[in-house]
């Protein structure tokens, strides 16, 4: 798999190409993912409410369609299922990006980027990540003045996640992003594999009464 990283470009913001109606996200209307959303996301969404990050839903017709989240550094940040990303002290990534099936080619991802950006110009930096492959999300992507900084190549042999970085253009190989494996995710696995195994593994108490 093939993750790229994007980065706000230096120059102006888009203006909103959408005639969806973009909020942030809080405690009185979080619930209203769920006019697309299964109710999961609810509690997901609360837990990023009090670890500090930022939430931004866009609404159209009454309903909401689409949601993005924005975390800020210091931290690591998970870019794929493998690989995290070091963000510095006032740097931010956007993630957690859907739009709904029935809203989408309206261009609300770009138009909700571009206001995820003006209301964070005083980051250094702000990135967000597409799957290679997604074609239309790296489109909103750019449409939204973000360019292609690095690719992030995973390969499992296995199952152990292995990564390498390529940069995207050559004003940005000295500055290349800290990244790590994100093995949190393989300990966890690891530990469920053995604990699986022990209890397949652990002798059955006889309830018939014999010796």
């Known amino acids: 798999m093939q993750t790229k990283l994007f980065s706000f470009a230096d120059g102006n913001i888009p203006p909103p190409t959408s005639d ?32 500090g990050d930022v939430g931004y839903y866009a609404y159209l017709d009454g309903k909401c369609c689409h949601r993005s989240w924005l975390q800020k550094g210091p931290k690591w ?5 493998f690989v995290q990303m070091k963000l510095g002290s006032n740097e ?10 029935q809203a989408r080619g309206k261009s609300i991802y770009p138009s909700v980027l571009s206001r995820i950006v003006e209301e964070n110009k005083n980051l250094d930096n702000i ?7 997604n074609a239309p999300s790296i489109r909103g992507v750019e449409k939204a003045g973000f360019r292609e900084r690095e690719r992030v190549e995973v390969r499992r042999i296995l199952k152990i996640p292995l990564y390498r970085v390529f940069a995207s253009s050559s004003s940005h190989r000295e500055s290349r992003r800290s990244y790590r494996a994100f ?9 469920l594999c053995r604990r699986l195994l022990a209890k397949a593994l ?10």
Do not use: M
């Not at 109606?21 to 409410?49: G, K, M, S």
């Not at 931010?92 to 709904?100: Q, V």
């Not at 990135?127 to 492959?133: G, K, L, Q, T, W």
């Not at 652990?202 to 010796?211: E, V």
């Open 20 to 51: 969806a109606h973009i909020t942030c996200v809080n405690e009185t209307n979080v619930a209203d993912v769920l006019d697309f959303q299964p109710p999961h996301y609810v509690d997901t969404f609360r837990r990023f409410l009090q670890q």
């Open 77 to 81: 940040v998970a870019i794929n299922s």
């Open 92 to 101: 931010g990534y956007i993630h957690y990006c859907e739009t709904s099936p």
């Open 127 to 133: 990135f967000i990540c597409v799957d290679a492959e």
């Open 183 to 191: 093995w949190p995710l393989v300990r966890r696995s690891l530990g």
């Open 202 to 211: 652990r002798p059955r108490r006889k309830t018939d009464g014999s010796a």
